[in-house]
């Protein structure tokens, strides 16, 4: 099947896997984007959640951004998110993730009918957080959620990002089964191989689109829709900060 790189647009309704090697721009990726004005005038609600304390966080350049001290006793932010905004948490505790993800996929089940704005769930962590059982459990609690929504209406989405496809464990295949894919250049020609093995992913032409890759390519990013048989090319750096 012959194949045609076509020019980024915009991202998708719906999750995200981000994918890419330490240092490629992962971070710098999901603060770009939040920096867009599309994602500044939606009312969104959008939860970054990693384990980065990044200076990038503390001086937006354009959206403002709400940080959250991880050990305050207030999480209302987690517990009954209400107020539009980007809320950005860096803790390196696992534990207390996981609380985090516990609170928001049981605030999801509760409200999944009644959402008026759109939230993102921005997941930024090491691969060692993908080996823990009761993080993952959690994650798959909102992907039920996710899964369950209308395709052309997704008022809640997971971002998550991974720099190792060696440490996921079977249990989180479930959440990347219709998923849209970003990958950072440069992108490892063997993580390729690995992707359809590895992540339980629907889409039956991936080989073939991702055969279609430039691995020479330094910079931007590569964009694969889950609804869509296309290969997207975001020639772009990723935002210098």
């Known amino acids: 099947m012959e194949q045609v790189v076509k020019p980024f647009e915009k991202f998708l309704p719906g999750s995200h896997l981000i994918i890419g090697e330490a240092g490629s721009g992962k971070t710098r990726l999901i603060w770009s984007i939040l920096q867009e004005k599309d994602y500044a005038e939606d009312d969104s609600i ?22 959250v001290d991880p050990y305050n006793t207030n999480i209302s932010w987690v517990t009954e998110p209400k107020k539009p905004g980007i809320y950005y948490c860096a803790c390196e505790y696992a534990p207390r993730i996981i609380t985090f993800l516990e609170c928001l996929a049981t605030w999801a089940i509760q409200n999944e009918k009644k959402l ?21 459990e959690q ?5 039920y959620i996710t899964a369950s929504q209308d395709s052309e209406d997704t008022p809640i989405e997971i971002w998550s990002v991974f720099c190792s496809l060696k ?19 440069p992108f490892p020609e063997n993580w390729s191989n690995n992707i359809c093995k590895l992540l339980d992913l629907k889409c039956e032409n991936l080989p073939e689109l991702l055969s279609a890759m430039d691995y020479s390519l330094k910079d931007g990013f590569y964009y694969i829709p889950s609804s869509e048989d296309t290969l997207y090319l975001q020639a772009k750096p990723v935002e210098k900060l």
Do not use: C, G
Request: proline fraction near 7%.
């Open 116 to 136: 008026d704005n759109k939230v993102r769930i921005f997941v930024d962590f090491p691969a060692k957080f993908w080996s823990l059982p009761e993080f993952v």
């Open 139 to 143: 994650l798959n609690r909102l992907h």
């Open 167 to 185: 440490k996921v464990i079977p249990e989180a295949k479930a959440l990347f089964k219709d998923i849209n894919l970003v990958l950072l250049n």
């Open 46 to 67: 959008n939860i970054v959640l990693t384990d980065s304390e990044k200076r990038i966080w503390y001086k937006p350049t354009r959206n403002p951004i709400i940080t």
